[in-house]
């Protein structure tokens, strides 16, 4: 019988079990881009890591991603079996997020014309990430023939139930094309059993076509390494300061201004505190933060903190691992996030994490042994957890230990392992449909 099934679906132009070759979208940000500046973030850093892991099991990843400067070449290897298209969709540079919907019949334009460049069956299965890309998966999906995954990262209904003071709310445009892409998704992926539970929710999902698959950490690059004391050496930190580090991109979603409101009280209940307390802010202005690029700047100075707070540029990640080693502990206070691959890759170098006990954040973080969950976005509550630190400072490496332990189970190989057994999935149901219509 399986034979049978094998000929009939060479016959019938069955996608095969294991996909051969994957139509990787990402419109709006490339995986070339350095994480931290405009909107490039974890989303790049999981399509990176994933895409290479997945090259390693045999299956060749293609991302088409936007052009966003002139000159670009048509493609870059990004490793052995990545290729990063560019495609030319709009004009290069000044061009918001916000305004890319106009562009993505352009951006298909370009996508078909590369398909149209092979033979049919050229892309087993398109896996699309975040929502403007959902649209262009899903037109190609259908003229190619072949299934649709898609990652959401963030949802529009979830960011704005969860708004930040002064930010602006996702476009009415943004949640119905999100609930659009739903419904056509061969497969979902969630980064959390909660994630899976808002589309559901939120969306109308169907179970059934959603597989959870936890983001991961590069484990090589994100080690304590030669530890804590050796990574200040090399950044000019004091060996006995504490070290509160925030790293992100800088936009009121991922709430910096509570880390520095938390240092203020800090510094209230213990002046000496100052003198031995250095707080790094790593990363650039990015979305709405974009609108008032220097309000961190000014809220530090307003506070009577600007001496003690470092704004860094963003980093590459080896440099951005040395700031995690040498940090104390990782501050995130986000409102909204839908995993948080910066507090795995912290804990992945020996650092605790204080974060917000938020979308997927509780299963990035292990409350109470790789760092502390925090319930709301009260200052005053950060600076009750950075406390236990600063009373205790036994408390970092022990935490920092357990971190390091718990980050062990996100290596992106697994991931890559997960992910192509969705794909498997996606690729036997479509089979199931095409032999049921022939058979």
């Known amino acids: 019988m399986s034979s049978y099934v094998t000929r009939l679906g060479r016959r ?93 019949c352009c951006f298909t334009h370009g996508v078909m014309q590369q398909w149209a460049r092979h033979r049919p069956g050229h892309y087993d299965l398109v896996h699309s990430h975040y929502w403007l890309s959902g649209h262009v998966g899903w037109l190609a999906a259908q003229r190619w023939g072949v299934p649709l995954v898609h990652a959401m990262h963030t949802m529009a209904k979830v960011k704005n139930a969860a708004l930040a003071e002064g930010d602006t709310p996702e ?28 589309l559901t929710r939120h969306y109308d999902a169907d179970p059934a076509r959603i597989a959870v698959v936890h983001p991961g950490v590069n484990l090589e690059r994100f080690a304590p390494a030669e530890g804590r004391a050796a990574a200040r050496a090399r950044l000019g930190l004091p060996q006995d300061a504490f070290v509160p580090l925030f790293a992100g991109r800088i936009q009121p979603l991922k709430a910096p201004d509570i ?110 042994h790789s760092g502390f969950l925090v319930a709301g976005h009260d ?7 950075l406390r236990r630190f600063v009373a205790d400072p036994d408390l ?15 290596g992106w190989a697994a991931v890559a392992r997960d992910t192509a057994d969705v794909y498997a999935a996606a690729l036997a149901a479509r089979r199931g449909r095409l032999r049921s219509l022939h058979v």
């Not at 609108?291 to 600007?306: D, Q, S, T, V, Y």
Request: hydrophobic share 45%; glycine share 10%.
């Open 171 to 198: 476009p009415a445009a943004r949640v119905i094309g999100e609930t659009q892409i739903v419904r056509a998704a061969d497969r979902l992926v969630a980064n959390t059993t909660e994630e899976a539970g808002e």
């Open 12 to 104: 019938l132009g069955l996608p095969p079990r294991v996909p051969r070759r994957v139509a990787m979208l990402s419109v709006h940000t490339s995986p070339l881009h350095q994480p931290g500046t405009g909107d490039a973030g974890g989303m790049n850093v999981y399509i990176v890591e994933l895409a290479r892991e997945l090259a390693r099991l045999g299956v060749e990843v293609e991302v088409f991603t936007r052009a966003s400067t002139g000159g670009l070449p048509p493609y870059v290897e990004l490793a052995p079996g990545v290729l990063v298209r560019h495609v030319d969709a709009g004009p290069y540079e000044g061009l918001a997020k916000e305004d890319l919907p106009a562009q993505l």
């Open 259 to 368: 880390l520095l409101h938390a240092v203020r009280l800090l510094l209230d209940e213990d002046p000496a505190l100052r003198s031995r307390l250095v707080v790094p802010v790593v990363g650039g202005p990015s979305g709405s933060g974009l609108a008032k690029p220097e309000k961190l700047h000014k809220l530090a100075a307003r506070l009577g903190i600007a001496d003690v707070v470092r704004f860094r540029p963003p980093l590459d990640q080896a440099a951005l691992a040395d700031w995690y080693r040498a940090a104390s502990v990782l501050v995130m206070p986000s409102y909204s996030e839908s995993f948080g691959l910066v507090a795995v890759e912290a804990q992945a170098c020996g650092t605790p994490v204080v974060a917000a006990a938020v979308g997927g954040l509780p299963v990035a973080v292990r409350d109470g």
């Open 379 to 385: 200052p005053a509550d950060y600076a009750r957890a």
């Open 396 to 410: 970092v490496t022990r935490m920092g230990a357990a971190a390091t332990r718990h980050a062990q189970g996100f």
